[in-house]
């Protein structure tokens, strides 16, 4: 793999004389892949059927006589003035009822077919006329699909889509009625053109008719991505479709929008994350307030990686402070550098940096960029250099995919949507939930993989975990049948039908043959009470009452007697919310059970296995001696002394692994 850095360029905020030498910057900086245009509708189509590419055409020219190779978005993020006022009806409609005005950017509802075909013919008249142009290396599809919560509107135009969607699911009002459980509060209805949208409503609206609003909404992001797609490989053949996701974003599906990508990619903002994203306490966040959380970044990596078969990009990476946040301190030195190892370590192909220089003007003049507004290096710009000459150097020795994890956990979005539906306690979120047991298998040294629950692929992996996932599919129940290793199920997996309800038999509705176990019933906890295990460790905010049967094997059981953790034959379920204590243990037992080596890891050190190398990377303060871990001889990259923000590379067999 040619491992390549990048960054975003906005040529139509900058004077054109000055395009030529940001373009050899750029190059004699070492850099690939320039991002353009992806919010320059206003730029490239004043007013209606009046396009204006010449300017396009140029910079993409000024680009690639460097020797640069140009990513091209479409600009439907950015709608322009004159559109709006056409159709002011394709504004998004918040859950509040207020339109969301014309004035930033994402002011579009998905639902909105006229704006869809408005999206179509930007898409296809740039792909047109630069779809052939040797400069063009690929594309990406407008820009960070949901960022300021925009998958959801409750328009008049989403509701007519939703009950046109619903009449194709349902075919009758009666099959809706009973799917739902309409009898309920008497909220059945005669004729699907009676369905409201699920919000304004006195009290919480029908879980399963919030449900199959938020089924509705992903696909309509999907319907909107692929259409864009669809012109950019008909007319631009060759070149790689993309799309920019982005962090703790659960709004709609994203692998089901990555069916349609080449390559999906994600904006990493590490400092903003930890302060505006991360459900850790202030001690946590002081910790690390100048490098990130150390296992945010990864996560995206890992479960990014997934949605788009294995290729991947980091779009957007934090080169200073951004402007979004609570608070925006800078990265402390070195950090930059170690993110773009980060992102490589987890199979990323391209680390672009956002921005090449920093705006004086508008929304974002106080996010850093490479340069400073006056075009001097800013501190970011020295560590991009630093990667370049280390990738050079270092390229070649290193396998080109990460290869299989020694984990798999099943990771799936409508799981997120069930659970904001209906939490049950304040703490109880999926997103939350899934990343507390990729920490606790990254503080033991473990590499991750996530894989979709549909259709699921666990064949080669030691460990799969499955944490709460909504229902169930025929295929993963015999996914989890045919593996040969571990399986650690819960909490909440299971807990209900497609339609949300309970299922018949009792939560978490596995064949006996699977597991022979019921959930009776289940309590959520304050923080403050947690239940305590007779063995150590305690379950937190979420606990199961579990009734088991002849063949399953009670392994852990909380101080008043009640089963925890079962087992039957190598599938075990876990009835509660573990805190990390806990946690580390079980995953140990299982771990050991097939011999997968592991490394107790400090807060601020992890580890990640590509191909024949392993990474270490230094989130926290102070020095790590790698030889603790087992490493011995001469890192590929680094030393065995690991300074804060240090990044080192080391030989599988060199490493203790």
């Avoid at 938020?214 to 309509?220: K, L």
């Avoid at 070195?334 to 773009?340: A, D």
């Avoid at 508008?362 to 280390?390: K, N």
């Amino acid at each position: 793999m040619n491992r390549t850095l990048g960054v975003c360029y906005y040529p139509e905020h900058w004077p054109e004389t000055q395009w030529a030498e940001d373009a050899a910057r750029m190059a004699k900086l070492g850099l690939t892949h320039v991002r353009i245009g992806e919010f320059a509708w206003s730029r490239l189509e004043p007013k209606r059927g009046c396009y204006d590419f010449d300017w396009l055409a140029r910079a993409i020219d000024t680009l690639h006589a460097a020797g640069l190779k140009v990513v091209l978005g479409t600009p439907t993020a950015t709608p322009p003035k004159w559109l709006v006022d056409e159709m002011p009806d394709m504004l998004p409609v918040g859950a509040d009822g207020a339109v969301r005005k014309f004035g930033s950017r994402r002011h579009y509802d998905f639902s909105h077919d006229g704006y869809l075909e408005e999206s179509k013919r930007i898409t296809l008249a740039l792909a047109k006329v630069f779809g052939q142009h040797p400069g063009i290396a690929a594309w990406q599809t407008d820009n960070e699909y949901d960022c300021h919560n925009t998958t959801l509107s409750y328009s008049p135009v989403a509701r007519r889509g939703f009950q046109a969607w619903l009449q194709r699911k349902y075919q009758s009002p009666d099959a809706l009625n009973r799917a739902w459980g309409n009898v309920f509060w008497s909220m059945e209805i005669a004729d699907f053109g009676e369905i409201e949208l699920p919000n304004l409503t006195v009290t919480e609206a029908n879980p399963s008719h919030v449900m199959d609003y938020r089924r509705y909404a992903s696909d309509m992001v999907v319907r909107f991505n692929k259409a864009q797609a669809d012109i950019i490989r008909a007319h631009s053949p060759g070149r790689d479709v993309i799309h920019n996701f982005m962090g703790r974003t659960m709004a709609f599906d994203h692998f089901d929008v990555g069916a349609d990508l080449d390559i999906s990619s994600w904006d990493s903002y590490p400092l903003g994350f930890l302060e505006d994203r991360s459900d850790q306490g202030d001690a946590w966040k002081r910790q690390f307030v100048r490098a990130g959380d150390p296992d945010f970044q990864a996560f995206h990596h890992d479960l990014y990686r997934a949605t788009s078969k294995g290729r991947w990009w980091v779009m957007e990476q934090q080169p200073g402070p951004v402007n979004w946040a609570p608070h925006n301190p800078a990265p402390r030195d070195g950090m930059v550098r170690l993110w773009s190892w980060e992102a490589f370590a987890h199979g990323a192909e391209t680390v672009s940096y956002f921005r090449w220089r920093q705006a004086p003007f508008a929304q974002e003049q106080m996010h850093a960029g490479l340069l400073r507004p006056d075009s001097t290096e800013a501190e970011g710009f020295e560590e991009a250099a630093q990667v370049t000459a280390e990738l050079r150097k270092l390229d070649t020795e290193l396998d080109a995919q990460p290869g299989k994890a020694d984990v798999a956990i099943i990771f799936d979005y409508p799981s997120a949507w069930a659970w904001e539906i209906q939490p049950q306690g304040q703490e109880f979120d999926y997103f939350r939930l899934v990343f507390d047991f990729y920490r606790g298998l990254r503080r033991l040294g473990l590499s991750v993989d996530f894989v979709s629950a549909s259709p699921p692929d666990l064949e080669g992996y030691g460990l799969v975990v499955i944490p709460g996932l909504f229902t169930w599919t025929a295929g993963l129940i015999e996914a989890i049948r045919a593996h040969d290793g571990p399986v650690l199920i819960g909490p909440r997996s299971g807990s209900k039908t497609p339609d949300f309800a309970i299922p018949e038999g009792l939560p978490p509705a596995l064949p006996d043959v699977v597991l022979q176990v019921r959930v009776a019933r289940i309590e959520t906890l304050r923080a403050d009470t947690p239940i305590a295990l007779s063995g150590g460790g305690t379950l937190q905010f979420w606990r199961e009452f579990l009734e088991t049967g002849p063949d399953t094997e009670v392994l852990l059981t909380a101080e008043d007697g009640v089963p925890a953790l079962v087992r039957q034959d190598n599938i075990h379920y876990l009835g509660g919310w573990p805190d990390q204590d806990l946690l580390r243990s079980i995953i140990l037992s299982l771990v050991d059970s097939v011999g997968m080596i592991t490394k107790d890891l400090p807060d601020g050190i992890r580890l990640r296995r590509h191909g024949s190398h392993v990474f270490a990377l230094n989130y926290g303060a102070t020095n790590f001696d790698l030889a603790s871990l087992g490493w011995t001889g001469t890192p590929l990259l680094g030393e065995l002394v690991l300074k804060p923000s240090g990044v080192a590379i080391m030989q599988v067999s060199s490493a203790g692994h």
